[in-house]
Structure formats: structure tokens, C-alpha cells
């Protein structure tokens, strides 16, 4: 305490608002650890939320994740390690590294994958900062419907380059994207067009692969749900240049928010202009395979005008809680995973329609996780009514598009597999008793 400067232990925790705080736990000196746990237990079921009904997404969604999993990245060799600069101390992390990235690059159908990037967001805004490298043009297309707090993100790692964003439209009825408009804003100084599969209004959007054949010389940049890469055709089969995601579906916990991490593909030719690093294979001096760190083009090794990217850290612990996913559930569990997703959406889609004044959008494409329905009033208020009942949802679109004025009175509902034809129904049920 005579160190560190402070008088009590009490102002380690002065940051904190007096409003909010409590003047310790009851806790008597002598307790059995079982009776710790025990008391742990019973202060911990005044929270609420925990065993509702959930159908909260929008990008990060409460999956199954294996036992396994959670066994693995908690042996200490994985979770007390940090970037492995000393290659000799860390083949165990740099050989999941590496496996990370041929996993991601198989799942993608890119031909190249770094690790890693901190989220789904961050890593939108490298693939922006990427495409304006490699061309040095200034114009990027973004989808009219993009998430408020993607854009923003972008908007911040791109701030200084110059950069100009015009939004281009969706198809009122189906969702696609527009053709027609996006084909019309394509110019000679496009630098990306930036394109989701499954799109922000969670449906599955064939248009996406025909963006190939009017982009010209601009890129490719394509945002996608990994766990749909079970069924929808990958960004590499229809010619992305950067393929990105947010990664947390394949084994992390959602931990109110976060951990999140972020996948980042990419075309081979555009290997020196990639953020982030690369995790190589290699034989060392009595020629045994070796594991290293190929590319690491980070302002931490080199001079900042030479790097590619301000990454200070990376989300090694959680690019292995993917890896061991991946290789648990395998080709067929993904696929699987996937078509029950989809199943689920369709079985709420019909529910909620079901339900007088709730209109669930985009009815004749496929939806993904996230399912748009249009409500009597207010989201909001329909979701503090739901709470009440158990229910976790529906998350306002307003929220996420504020700019989209015809879906003000809309919200979504998301499924998973571990959605139950029960849960549709209990929230179909509670719909329509709050009306």
C-alpha cells in the first residue's frame, strides 16, 4: 500500500460509484471452502437472465460449445502464454496457430489466413485499411443496411487515409443486395465493395456471388457467419479478395460481451499488404519441424510507416478455442450446426408470423441466426415485457440502423441450435399475451 500510494484498500476501488457499491460480503473468518462456494452460489442467483429463454444475436449468439474445448485452452501451457516472440519456448502455441489458420482457410476457401485479429469489427476495418493499401484507391462501398457499430469502427481505423464511403441499397422485398444501384456507384477510384453473407438482416443472400462478375477492378471484401460456411457456399468459391468474421460462435463463451475474436482471409497475392501476422512452417537447424512467426508486419517490429497494422496484441487463447471447435465438430457437425440453425429460423419465422401484428420480414429467402420482425409498438417495450416472462429478445433494429427509418418499429429474434421448438413456442405464446 506505501508503494502503490494509497491509505486503505478501500481506494482500490474508488473508480467505482459509492450508488453502486456494497460495504463487502458477509463472509465469517474460518469458512470451508465448500461453504465459500455454497454462499458464492446463493449471492449469484439474484442475478437474472441467466437460464431465460434466449434469443438475443445480432453477432454474438450462445451456441453449444464442447466440454473439450474449455479442458484444452485451460491447460496452463495455453492460458498463461502470450505472443510467442521466442519461437524456441512456444512450438505447442505456435503449432495451434498454425493450425488455426489452415482451419480458417479451409472453412473460408481462401488461400490464406492470419492470426489474429480482436473481433469481427476491428477485423472489417484491417480488411478497409488492406484494400486502400493494395490500390490505393479512396472510394468504398458499404451496404445501406451495415451495423451502426461495424461503420463506426471502420470510420475509426480509417480515419486519416482520406477515405470516401457511399452506401449503396438492398431489394425492398427479398433483402438482396441491389444490384442495379451497387453496379451504378462502381467507378474507376472504387478501391472495395463491402458485402455480408448472411446480411445484417440475417438472410442468406444469393446476390452476394454475382457481386464478382460488375465489381471490376475494385475488391472484394465479404463479412460471413463462419458457422453458415456448413452450408453456404464460402467467399473464396465466389471471388472475395479479404473474407472476415467475428469468430466467437466456434467456442467461446459470450461472457456478457466478450472475449470476441476475428477472422482474416485473404487472397495470397496480397500477403505483404495483410495486418497482423503469419505463423509459418519451417525446419530448424538439425532439420525438424518447426513452427514460427513468418509475417509479423506490426509497428511493434518495424518502422510505423512500413506497418501494416497498429495490432498490439492478438487473440491467441481464443484462435485456439476456435481451432479445437473446429476440429471437434469437424465437416459434418458444421454442416449439421448450420442446417439446424436454419431450420430453427424458419420455425420461428412461422411462429412469430403466427402471432397477430408481428410480421416476420423477407419471408421468401433463407434467414441464418437473426430473423427481422416487424412489431404492434414499440421493440423496446416488447422486450422489457418479454423479460418479465423469461424471455431474452428481441434486440430493436433501431439499435443497430438507426438511419433506417422504415424499420423503426422492427426488431430481431435469434436462433441457434440450441434453440428448442419449445423456446419458439413459449415466445410465441408470451407475444402474444402482452399485446
Known amino acids: 500500500m506505501d508503494f502503490i500510494g494509497i491509505k486503505s484498500d478501500e481506494e482500490l476501488f474508488s473508480d467505482i460509484p459509492s450508488s453502486i457499491r456494497k460495504k463487502g460480503i458477509p463472509i465469517s473468518r474460518g469458512i470451508s471452502e465448500y461453504e465459500v462456494m455454497r454462499l458464492a452460489e446463493e449471492i449469484g442467483s439474484a442475478n437474472t437472465g441467466y437460464n431465460y429463454a434466449n434469443f438475443m444475436g445480432c453477432g454474438i449468439y450462445d451456441r453449444i460449445i464442447p466440454s473439450a474445448v474449455d479442458s484444452v485452452i485451460g491447460r496452463s501451457e495455453f492460458i498463461t502464454s502470450y505472443t510467442p516472440y521466442q519461437a524456441e519456448f512456444s512450438q505447442g ?196 519441424r518447426a513452427f514460427v512467426m513468418t509475417i509479423q508486419t506490426r509497428e511493434q517490429h518495424i518502422r510505423r510507416e512500413k506497418a501494416t497494422s497498429n495490432i498490439c496484441t492478438n487473440q491467441a487463447l481464443m484462435a485456439l478455442a476456435s481451432a479445437v471447435y473446429l476440429s471437434i465438430v469437424g465437416p459434418e457437425g458444421i454442416r449439421k450446426i448450420a442446417n439446424v440453425t436454419i431450420s430453427q429460423a424458419k420455425k420461428l419465422k412461422d411462429a412469430v408470423s403466427s402471432v397477430r401484428g408481428y410480421d416476420a420480414k423477407f419471408l421468401s429467402g433463407t434467414s441464418f441466426s437473426d430473423v427481422l420482425v416487424r412489431m404492434p409498438g414499440d421493440p423496446a417495450d416488447i422486450q422489457r415485457a418479454l423479460f418479465e416472462k423469461g424471455i431474452l429478445g428481441p434486440i430493436p433494429s433501431s439499435s443497430l440502423f438507426p438511419n433506417l427509418e422504415a424499420f423503426a418499429k422492427s426488431g430481431f429474434f435469434s436462433v441457434t441450435e440450441k434453440t428448442s421448438d419449445g423456446n419458439i413456442r413459449f415466445l410465441a405464446d408470451s407475444l402474444g399475451a402482452i399485446q
Do not use: W
Open 93 to 288: 502455441m505456435l503449432q495451434s496457430l498454425f493450425e488455426y489458420q489452415s482451419l480458417i482457410s479451409d472453412l473460408t476457401g481462401m488461400d490464406m489466413t492470419n492470426s489474429s485479429i480482436y473481433d469481427g469489427a476491428t477485423a472489417l476495418g484491417e480488411a478497409v485499411r488492406m484494400a486502400h493499401r493494395i490500390n490505393e484507391k479512396t472510394e468504398i462501398l458499404v451496404p445501406e443496411n451495415l451495423y451502426r457499430s461495424k461503420m463506426d469502427v471502420i470510420h475509426s481505423y480509417s480515419s486519416g487515409l482520406n477515405l470516401k464511403f457511399i452506401s449503396y441499397s438492398f431489394e425492398k422485398k427479398t433483402g438482396y443486395i441491389d444490384l442495379e444501384d451497387l453496379a451504378s456507384k462502381i467507378s474507376a477510384n472504387t478501391s472495395a465493395i463491402i458485402c455480408e453473407n448472411p446480411n445484417s438482416f440475417g438472410v442468406i443472400d444469393p446476390n452476394v456471388m454475382k457481386v464478382q462478375e460488375i465489381k471490376g477492378e475494385a475488391l472484394l471484401i465479404t463479412y460471413v457467419d463462419p458457422v453458415s460456411l456448413g452450408v453456404v457456399v464460402p467467399p473464396g468459391s465466389y471471388g472475395a479478395d479479404i473474407s472476415v468474421s467475428e469468430g466467437q460462435q466456434l467456442g467461446i463463451h459470450r461472457e456478457f460481451g466478450g472475449p470476441l475474436l476475428g477472422l482474416f482471409s485473404f487472397r495470397k497475392e496480397y500477403l505483404r499488404k495483410s495486418p497482423g501476422r503469419i505463423i509459418g512452417l519451417t525446419s530448424d537447424s538439425k532439420g525438424k
